[in-house]
């Protein structure tokens, strides 16, 4: 079956850092470039990363530049995002998903709840 | 970045009938622009690509038009099924962004 697994959120402290992972299955992992995007609680859809299939090319929306850093292993189809300096408006649902037809989202997983609180 | 605005916010229709979601880019996106679907408590469904090209498996009464900066989402008839939130997205600029959602309702 072809999925995207996220797994590793949590509830962390304000400043905190987690790591988010993603595990894909049922296609060629590495011929694929894969993002991360949020939805905050009751709220839209905001991108948030961007890394090629080869890890050449990484992109990172303004708000969270500098806090977090996108990977991928392709030996164990997986993709993560470090999160360092965690705020409270990080707190989201974040999705991994595939890149199709040059920047659309053709395969998302179930998501991984983050929430940033004391 | 390109800010897209949807409209309207909220949708009020019945079972059957046409709906006519409206997606507008700060600037132009050329054909770069997806719709997607999100029922609650479910990741988002691509539905159209490039404006116009209906994803795989996504029925006919999904149809997508526009180019440059004002795109619409057509749902022919709508089916029970149907009732949800809709995003547009662009790819034509880094960063990616979506809109603000349209809530599908059932009236």
């Known amino acids: 079956e072809v999925q995207l697994v996220e797994s590793g959120g949590g509830l962390v402290q304000p400043g905190g850092s987690l790591r988010l992972s993603c595990a894909a299955s049922?296609?060629?992992?590495?011929?694929?470039?894969m993002h991360w995007v949020r939805q905050a609680p009751g709220k839209g859809l905001e991108w948030v990363s961007f890394?090629?299939?080869?890890?050449?090319?990484?992109?990172?929306a303004d708000s969270v530049k500098g806090r977090f850093t996108i990977s991928r292993d392709n030996a164990k189809n997986s993709l993560y995002l470090q999160m360092n300096s965690l705020r409270d408006e990080d707190t989201a649902v974040y999705y991994c998903a595939r890149t199709f037809g040059g920047g659309y989202f053709d395969l998302w997983g179930r998501g991984t709840l983050v929430t940033v609180s004391s | 970045e390109i800010v897209l605005t949807q409209s309207p916010a909220t949708l009020s229709l019945s079972p059957g009938e046409r709906a006519t979601l409206s997606c507008r880019a700060s600037q132009s996106v050329s054909s770069y622009l997806a719709w997607y679907q999100q029922k609650a408590g479910q990741a988002p469904r691509l539905l159209i690509y490039d404006a116009s090209n209906r994803a795989t498996g996504i029925p006919a009464r999904f149809s997508g038009s526009g180019s440059g900066t004002d795109f619409t989402l057509t749902i022919s008839s709508l089916e029970p099924e149907d009732f949800a939130v809709y995003y547009c997205q662009q790819r034509g600029n880094w960063p990616r962004t979506f809109g603000q959602g349209t809530k599908l309702e059932i009236k």
């Open positions: 890394i090629s299939s080869s890890s050449n090319t990484i992109y990172y």
């Open positions: 049922g296609f060629t992992f590495n011929s694929y470039s």
